[in-house]
């Protein structure tokens, strides 16, 4: 069984910086896939940034050149770097990954991190 542990939400004021973190544990073999999502009470959750283990990387428009996503490879661990935190960005946010296992090795296995709640206020 693999679990996903976040921490690093909390409150902060318009225009500050807060850095989440993402830990797997269990029986990995790798994790092709990391992301980040994001869900307002009432609306869809949406992709926020995703890194793949080639390096491919993906943000969605609201939050280019603010966030920035990155992946730790040996720890399992991916972050979630927000800059220039607006009200907007205010969420629960989610990590996800797509992890392989020694037992099979054809499928891609998802798990999703419990939440932590981001809060950007003045």
């Known amino acids: 069984q693999v679990q996903l542990v976040e921490s690093g939400g909390g409150l902060v004021q318009p225009g500050g910086s807060l850095q989440l973190s993402c830990a797997a544990s269990?029986?990995?073999?790798?994790?092709?896939?990391m992301a980040w999502y994001r869900q307002i009470p009432g609306k869809q959750r949406e992709l926020v940034a995703s890194?793949?283990?080639?390096?491919?990387?993906y943000y969605t428009d609201s939050v280019k050149g603010r966030f920035t996503i990155s992946r730790d490879n040996g720890k399992d661990t991916v972050y979630l770097q927000m800059n220039s935190l607006e009200p907007e960005d205010t969420a629960v946010y989610y990590c996800?990954?797509?992890?392989?296992?020694?037992?099979?090795?054809?499928?891609?296995?998802?798990?999703w991190g419990q939440g932590t709640l981001v809060t950007v206020s003045s």
């Open positions: 996800n990954m797509g992890y392989v296992t020694e037992r099979d090795i054809t499928r891609v296995f998802d798990a």
């Open positions: 269990g029986s990995i073999l790798n994790i092709p896939t």
């Open positions: 890194i793949t283990t080639g390096g491919g990387i």
